[in-house]
C-alpha cells in the first residue's frame, strides 16, 4: 500500500523556521513529482511548491518565494520543505503529494496524498 507520511509541523512564532518532511513508502516515488499544498481553515487547497523527479527543476507559489526551498532525496523516498521567515498567513494544514510526469499545480492531478500536518505561525 502507497504511503505518503508527512512530519515537522509545529507551532513556531513568526519569523521563525520550520522543516516539513514527506517520507514515502510502498513503492518507490523516485520517478514522481512530489508536490507540497496547505489548506488554511474555510479556503480551499492551495498549491505551494513542487519538485521534478531529478530535482533539477522547482516550482514556488509567489507568496513563499525566497522563503521556502523544496528538495528531495530519492535514496530516502523523502522530500522535504524548508520554511524561512514564516509569517502568521502561512498557518495551515500543510499536505505532501505525488504524480507522475510533468509537475502541476492543481491538487486534482495529483494521485497520492498525505494525511497533513499543522503549522501554526503566532505573531
Known amino acids: 500500500q502507497v504511503q505518503l507520511v508527512e512530519s515537522g509541523g509545529e507551532l513556531v512564532q513568526a519569523g521563525g523556521s520550520l522543516r516539513l518532511s514527506c517520507a514515502a513508502s510502498g513503492r518507490p516515488f523516485s520517478n514522481y513529482v512530489r508536490g507540497w499544498f496547505r489548506q488554511a481553515p474555510g479556503k480551499e487547497r492551495e498549491f505551494v511548491a513542487a519538485?521534478?523527479?531529478?530535482?533539477?527543476?522547482?516550482h514556488y507559489t509567489d507568496s513563499v518565494k525566497g522563503r521556502f526551498t523544496i528538495s528531495r532525496d530519492n535514496a530516502k523516498n523523502t522530500v522535504y520543505l524548508q520554511m524561512n521567515s514564516l509569517k502568521p498567513e502561512d498557518t495551515a494544514v500543510y499536505y505532501c503529494?505525488?504524480?507522475?510526469?510533468?509537475?502541476?499545480?492543481?491538487?486534482?492531478?495529483?494521485?497520492?496524498w498525505g494525511q497533513g500536518t499543522q503549522v501554526t505561525v503566532s505573531s
Open positions: 503529494a505525488a504524480r507522475r510526469q510533468l509537475m502541476s499545480t492543481i491538487p486534482s492531478t495529483y494521485a497520492n
Open positions: 519538485i521534478s523527479w531529478s530535482g533539477s527543476s522547482t
